[in-house]
């Protein structure tokens, strides 16, 4: 590019009636950004046709000189035309319930704080996970005593959020992991994940470390690196918790888990076991041996997508009705959260009509409208994300690992 060549970036939303709306830089008008006058010019014309609904391409064009310097222009175009149902058929991952992990920034400083640590963050938690727990902490870290706990950490986004949630309350956040990845799994552990998986191409815990700093989160969240076969017993801090992030996938992980935190949690502390609903079925088969024995019939509170909360000492209500796993689920956390029901609103919107994605949107619509105490509705649930567990589904061992 030449020296004198300047590029000039900004962002334009075409709207379903092809108008360009500009969404940055915000103080520039349409007509001089696009570098010609009110209509797109040709370029983006063709991109927008060539463009699949809802994806999003950056071209760039010199633009006809005028003064001093060459410029060119990168336009980054979110098309937003309506779908046909051949291109919904034929890219139904851009549709629900993919598109609710990319819903755009959520509300509050909550939502702000998720939106700048998605970077530390997988996908799932991120974000509805994430939300769904700070709106349940805020509900109760004022009257629940105790910090918090994240036993799987990886990049750290949760226990970064987790400790900007708590720090104004005096309370800690000890995020424990290998920070070298998995351990291997077990028989118990059906065939996805490998040892190894979250290996980082660098050192993790100086990594972690780096991040709580910048984030003014030292002796906020405290960074606990071990196997938890090693860790967990010798854990003598925290003595009381409010709130527990387990999310290390495999059984004996979360297995030691539960056992270094359940009798730690306070009365009203929540308790958060991620990838319950996993193929990989794990934490869910720790769950049922850890709280069989303890003769212990947990409410699980479903969280998009596939985690699940308890609150300790909750009692599932009497007219409840196990589901074929022992379980009894309820979904009033998703139920009652107009952000997510608002974006799930939104996600119905967009799918085509007679797609199954459309199909599946109101399906999950129905289960989180229906107050009933029915164990049909964990089915219903499942059957709407038949999509995202498909999506992950691996029946073949996998010759690569997940990097984080
Ligand atoms: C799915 S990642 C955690 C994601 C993270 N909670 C987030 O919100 O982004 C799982 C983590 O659990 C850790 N892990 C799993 N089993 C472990 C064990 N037995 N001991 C230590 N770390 C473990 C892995 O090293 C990995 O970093």
Redesign the pocket.
């Known amino acids: 590019m030449h020296e004198a060549t300047k590029v000039i970036s900004y962002d334009l939303v075409v709207t379903e009636d092809g108008r360009i709306v500009r969404e940055s830089p915000p103080d520039q008008p349409v007509s001089f950004v696009a570098g010609v006058s009110e209509s797109p010019p040709p370029r983006i014309q063709q991109a927008l046709r060539d463009a699949q609904p809802g994806e999003v391409r950056t071209i760039e064009f010199p633009a006809q000189n005028r003064g001093a310097g060459a410029r060119i222009f990168r336009a980054t175009i979110r098309a937003v035309r309506p779908a046909t149902p051949a291109e919904c058929a034929q890219k139904r991952g851009r549709f629900f319930p993919f598109d609710l992990f990319d819903m755009g920034p959520l509300p509050g400083d909550a939502g702000q704080a998720i939106k700048r640590l998605e970077q ?3 996908i799932p ?2 974000p509805w ?2 939300w769904i727990y700070a709106q349940q902490l805020l509900k109760i870290c004022t009257q629940v005593p105790g910090d918090a706990i ?10 970064l959020l987790l400790g900007h949630l708590l720090k104004a309350h005096g309370r800690q956040v000890f995020s ?8 291997q799994p077990t028989s118990r552990d059906n065939r996805y994940f490998l040892a190894g ?3 980082g191409d660098e050192p ?1 815990l100086e990594r972690f470390c780096g991040v709580v700093e910048q984030e003014g989160l030292t002796n906020v969240v405290i960074p606990v690196k ?4 090693d ?1 967990v017993p010798e854990l003598e801090q925290p003595e009381h918790l409010c709130f527990a ?1 387990l ?4 059984y ?2 979360v297995y ?1 888990s539960l056992e270094g935190v359940y009798d730690r949690m306070s009365p009203g502390g929540i308790l958060i076991i ?2 319950f609903f996993h193929h990989a079925q794990g934490p869910a088969r720790a769950c049922s041996v850890f709280f069989n024995k303890a003769r212990i019939q947990p409410l699980y509170h479903v969280v998009f997508p596939y985690a699940v909360g308890i609150i300790k000492g909750e009692e599932p209500p009497a007219n409840c009705r196990r589901s074929l796993d022992g379980n009894i689920y309820a979904f009033d956390w998703l139920a009652d959260d107009p952000v997510f029901r608002e974006s799930l609103e939104l996600s119905l919107d967009r799918t085509v009509p007679d797609s199954g994605s459309r199909k599946q949107a109101r399906l999950l619509i129905d289960v989180l409208d229906d107050n009933s105490p029915s164990s049909a509705n964990i089915y219903r649930y499942w059957a709407a994300l038949e999509d995202f567990w498909d999506g992950i589904s691996a029946t073949r061992s996998r010759d690569w690992k997940i990097k ?1």
């Not at 994240?150 to 226990?159: F, I, K, Q």
């Not at 071990?226 to 076969?229: E, L, S």
Request: net charge negative; hydrophobic share 30%.
């Open positions: 530390y963050s997988l938690p991120y996970g994430q994240e036993l799987g950490v990886a990049s750290g986004g949760t226990s424990l992991d290998s920070f070298e990845g998995l351990p998986d979250y290996e993790l071990g196997f938890f076969a860790t992030h999310d290390s996938d495999l004996d992980s030691c991620d990838d984080i």
